[in-house]
């Protein structure tokens, strides 16, 4: 693994407020407090909802094939899956990428993950129940279960791709993009493009499309951790349109300040993924630049104080 | 955003300010007689182990009300024996008389005294006058088998003692200076026998005190050897022995290993004026003894005027001590949400559920900690194995989260029934952990590990320890408790930090860590 750059084992806050780093704390208090009203937070908490909001506003999304709310549906749910050969599975109010199950195939009687790991139909009706009960949900309240189309990644992300769907985080201040990342699963990641679970961060010019240097498990990285391959200079195709469709999506919702995760289809191009009312902060390393420089000019673009 | 910050720290100031007034009214008005005394309230806690089912009987003296010290409370609870509660024909002191039961492996005596000491005084009242009967006046002058009043070496130490022109009381006095300063205090195993004691001029406590009776029976002053406890903090109390020596129609007391003489500090709690022994028995009725003193928190019910005004509702001190326990122990748990609040927000400690630590610590401040630290980790290594397990039967989330509870709560109980099986546990107050929040830990650490791995599942363990200790460290500080009852306004100091952390939006520690790298690497 190459890493850049010597680190220091200490560094004083006033270095990190020079560069415009944004904490925890300070994201809470100074962007989501004043700009995310809770009351829309319903909207981007449960992927059924945000759905429902993309199909009214025309804005692309992968496809549904079945929303699952009661446990009385499972068996029809699971009627339904014979005839599909891949399909997703996902908790309506999941967090961190938990309880997603991604069959890739069908493997004789029972099913193949992405992974390459085999599910039984008795094991996808559990998984389907667990989701229902509320295992993954937020706060443990009972939850609905989707079922979607698989998406097959694009083309530009071979060599980036293990075992999983890398998708784009655009972070999104009052209607514009303010900085943006691909999100890469590794194997630490089991898959998910989660960066606190593992996932490689890639930072991409706004401008552009066109990705340079990583971060992942917050350190800065230029190849990916896994397959070695290098992380800048990808061409992010469609990158336009990935823009439009998030700043459609983040205008829907009525977040001032949100991450829209966004998929690249090999057929469909860019689909919603789900909006984040709380988006991580690890996008900062990913750019190599603090949030609080891009909200600074943002303010002074709009015209804003 | 700058209004939200100033509102907030306007609060702050207010609440401060209404919560030093508070304190400072208190002080002045009512809390005077209170303040920050030393405590006058102990418990003192025999356990008593009869490991036989030979037939026998044995006798235990126990405490009593004196005029500067009052039993507020007593509990007795016994297994396997026959108790009777009685008092000693000549002293008068109370003792229970134990037998065991017929079909009883073992026998066990345990009985809690919450005594408290009259304030306003550094030391005992002055004695009463009494009379004594001639009877008495020969048993308190005979000669025992270890306070032998005939040996030569006695008679010589006494002559060099006394002379004609003395009196009784001269004399007395010059007995004790002999003992407390020419007997050199000697190892535990050393002398305990009044004649090898003086003429060794080195023994233990209960040899020194024998000494002393020995010269004052051999000089005609009656005197008694008195088995008692010096009450202070201990797992372990040991017990001490001190001399009465009737003189002016008084007992007055003398210690001549801490050189009191004629009056004790009130803290000196007399047990037995009979015997040497507090447990007394044929010695093939093998029994353990263990005695334990702890400290409680003032009942001001017995200090306080108990006139009953509107404002003595804020006078948590005047309820009583059982529930001063308790009520104490709640208003503690607000500490430890704002130490959770600081290693969360300042520092960023991640742990499993908010206050989880908090509840922990909480459970643990009445029980030894080691054994609740065992009983702990047995109850979590079992659970999560169970859980394991489980996950194979795939079973709905309620219905698994019963299971373990209900396997943590057996774990629990078994490990408390063998823990006093093995006689570990130093009292029947037992630990009693939150079986509901470590069933949520439970499970919480199996999906992280599921999900996240395990390495990250124990690093969050970890730090929910790190912070379980954290609270628990602050907690266990008897002023602190204190300080939460006699002054329930402290709280409002708590809100005013919480809300100045809730404002607070600067960096925490940790993401100084986190971030590190982008300042090194900028933007190109």
Redesign the interface.
């Known amino acids: 693994m190459v890493r850049?750059?010597?680190?220091?084992f200490?560094?004083w806050?006033s270095?990190?407020r020079r560069?415009g780093?944004i904490?925890?704390?300070?994201r809470?208090?100074?962007l989501i407090f004043?700009f995310n009203p809770r009351s829309n937070y319903a909207l981007v908490d449960n992927k059924a909802l945000t759905k429902k909001l993309c199909e009214s506003r025309h804005i692309p999304a992968p496809q549904t094939y079945a929303l699952i709310q009661r446990f009385g549906d499972i068996r029809r749910s699971i009627d339904l899956l014979f005839g599909l050969s891949s399909f997703v599975i996902k908790p309506t109010r999941g967090a961190g990428g938990?309880g997603v199950l991604a069959i890739a195939h069908r493997s004789g009687k029972g099913f193949k993950n992405t992974k390459g790991e085999l599910f039984s139909l008795?094991?996808i009706r559990?998984h389907i129940?667990?989701i229902l009960?509320?295992?993954y949900s937020l706060s443990g309240q009972p939850d609905q279960a989707m079922i979607e189309k698989l998406i097959e990644p694009h083309p530009v992300f071979k060599g980036l791709t293990v075992a999983g769907t890398p998708d784009i985080r655009i972070v999104i201040y009052k209607t514009t993009p303010i900085m943006s990342m691909l999100r890469l699963p590794t194997e630490?990641s089991?898959g998910r493009a989660n960066l606190h679970?593992?996932a490689a961060g890639v930072g991409i010019d706004l401008e552009t499309g066109i990705t340079?240097?990583g971060?992942w498990r917050?350190?800065?990285f230029d190849v990916h951790p896994d397959t070695g391959a290098s992380l800048g200079g990808v061409t992010i195709p469609m990158w336009k349109d990935v823009l439009k469709i998030a700043m459609q999506l983040s205008c829907a919702i009525g977040l001032q300040y949100a991450g829209v995760d966004v998929l690249l289809d090999a057929e469909d191009g860019p689909l919603i993924l789900e909006a984040n009312a709380r988006p991580g902060?690890s996008i900062?390393?990913a750019?190599?630049?603090?949030l609080w420089q891009k909200l600074r000019n943002t303010n002074l673009k709009q015209g804003f104080a | 955003m700058i209004n939200r910050n100033r509102a907030a720290i306007l609060t702050a100031l207010i609440l401060i300010a209404a919560g030093a007034l508070c304190a400072w009214l208190r002080i002045k008005y009512t809390l005077k007689a209170v303040g920050f005394q030393d405590s006058r309230a102990w418990r003192l806690t025999y356990d008593i182990n009869l490991s036989s089912t030979r037939e026998g009987k044995i006798r235990i003296a126990l405490p009593d009300s004196t005029p500067y010290s009052h039993i507020y409370r007593e509990t007795f609870s016994h297994q396997g024996i026959w108790v009777d509660l009685l008092r000693n024909k000549r002293t008068k002191g109370r003792e229970a008389s134990v037998v065991s039961m017929a079909g009883y492996q073992r026998g066990r005596f345990l009985a809690h005294f919450d005594i408290q000491l009259k304030p306003d005084q550094k030391s005992k009242l002055p004695p009463v006058e009494e009379k004594i009967s001639a009877n008495d006046r020969a048993y308190y002058l005979r000669a025992e088998k270890d306070v032998q009043i005939t040996g030569p070496g006695l008679a010589n130490i006494l002559n060099q003692l006394a002379n004609e022109q003395m009196t009784k009381t001269e004399l007395l006095t010059r007995i004790f200076d002999y003992c407390a300063e020419n007997i050199i205090k000697g190892e535990k195993d050393i002398f305990s026998d009044a004649e090898n004691t003086l003429e060794h001029g080195i023994g233990n406590t209960l040899g020194r005190a024998r000494a002393m009776v020995a010269l004052c029976r051999l000089s005609k002053i009656p005197a008694r050897l008195v088995a008692g406890f010096i009450l202070e903090n201990t797992q372990e109390a040991q017990v001490h022995y001190w001399v009465e020596a009737f003189s002016q129609k008084k007992w007055l007391s003398y210690d001549p290993e801490n050189g009191y003489s004629a009056q004790l500090p009130i803290t000196f709690l007399p047990i037995t004026r009979d015997s040497i022994d507090i447990v007394r028995g044929p010695d093939t009725l093998g029994y353990q003894s263990r005695y334990s003193i702890r400290r409680l928190l003032t009942p001001t019910s017995f200090i306080s005027s108990q006139k009953s005004r509107l404002l003595n509702i804020v006078d948590l001190t005047r309820l009583p001590p059982s529930m001063q326990e308790i009520v104490s122990l709640i208003l503690l748990l607000p500490l430890a949400a704002l130490i959770t609040t600081i290693l969360r927000n300042i520092i960023g400690i991640q742990t499993f559920g908010t206050f989880t630590p908090s509840l922990i610590a909480l459970s643990f401040i009445h029980a030894d900690w080691r054994t609740g630290a065992l009983v702990f980790f047995i109850v979590l290594s079992v659970g999560i194995l169970a859980r394991l397990l489980l996950n194979k039967l795939q079973l709905l989330m309620v219905a698994r989260l019963s299971i373990v509870l209900t396997l943590a709560v057996l774990c629990m109980v078994l490990a408390v029934s063998v823990l006093d099986y093995l006689n570990l546990t130093p009292s029947a107050s037992a630990v009693l952990l939150p079986m509901v929040i470590l069933t949520m830990m439970i499970e919480r650490f199996n999906i992280i590990a599921e999900e996240d791995g395990l390495p990250n599942a124990l690093k969050i363990f970890a730090t929910t320890i790190l912070v379980s200790v954290c609270c628990f460290l602050v907690m266990k500080v008897e002023l602190v408790g204190r300080l939460a009852l006699i002054f329930p306004e402290v709280q409002l100091f708590n809100i005013a930090i919480l809300l100045l952390i809730g404002r607070y939006s600067g960096y925490r520690l940790s993401e100084i860590w986190r971030f590190r790298d982008i300042t090194q690497i900028p933007f190109k």
Do not use: H, M
């Open positions: 850049a750059g010597k680190l220091p200490w560094l806050p270095e990190f560069n780093i904490g925890i704390n300070s809470n208090i100074n004043p938990r008795e094991q559990y129940s667990t009960s509320g295992l630490a089991k679970q593992g340079y240097g971060v917050d350190r800065v902060l900062q390393i750019n190599r630049c603090g």
